[in-house]
């Protein structure tokens, strides 16, 4: 039983901009936020959108470091954003004012990215295991995953918070192939990010390939 078990094929999938359409729920959001602030108005939405992308990557990056708590990464990525366009630093309130119009537009526009759901359904026709490899918080993933309708279609997902260390280590990619009961050597990484899912991937003995 246990030969055939790890003669199994396993799929891992990263989440954001592989499964899920972050741009798409990125640019609705800031495109409220641009409406809702008149000194925004002038500026380019994509500017905008290219902007508030980076200073999210900034704080994530300090957060899977260990820099500044999960917490904390929601106040850091407005006054980074904040700080990059030129305007004043916002105190506490104002951040709060300004989640208070991005989150609800983000959430409302989480869709998958195309044709993702009908090749999650194919290869699980076909025989592969599934699974989704995501940095972050399991219960924001995993909201997330419910959400764009891809959480039924995989057989686990597995997040930094539970393995206890972020992609591209190759313990987190180790665990969601143990956990399929699969082969590592005939299995695959698909993701975005050359740095965390490509090099993690292959680092793990894992074919990669990259999403773009």
């Not at 105190?91 to 999650?120: C, G, W």
């Not at 995501?134 to 993933?141: E, T």
């Not at 590592?184 to 090099?199: A, L, P, R």
């Amino acid at each position: 039983m246990d030969s055939i078990q790890h003669e199994r094929v396993a799929v891992l999938f990263d989440l954001d901009n592989t499964l899920f359409d972050h741009h798409h729920s990125l640019r609705s959001a800031i495109s409220s936020i641009q409406a809702s602030y008149d000194s925004l108005k002038t500026h380019n939405v994509r500017d905008l959108v290219s902007t508030y992308n980076n200073s999210l990557d900034k704080a994530y990056g300090e957060y899977l470091r260990n820099e500044i708590s999960y917490e904390e990464t929601e106040f850091k990525k407005v006054r980074l954003f904040f700080n990059e366009i030129g305007l004043p630093e916002p105190d506490h309130e104002q951040i709060i004012q300004f989640r208070n119009i991005y989150k609800p537009v983000y959430r409302d526009n989480r869709r998958a990215t195309p044709d993702s759901v009908e090749m999650l359904i194919r290869l699980r026709e076909n025989g592969f295991q599934l699974g989704i490899v995501a940095n972050g918080q399991l219960k924001d993933q995993l909201e997330k995953a419910e959400a764009i309708r891809v959480h039924h279609h995989v057989d686990t997902i597995i997040t930094s918070e539970e393995a206890g260390c972020c992609k591209p280590d190759t313990k987190i990619f180790r665990l969601a192939i143990e956990r399929l009961g699969a082969s590592s050597q005939k299995s695959y990484m698909i993701g975005d990010s050359v740095e965390s899912d490509i090099k993690g991937g292959l680092e793990s003995g894992l074919g990669a390939i990259l999403y773009s």
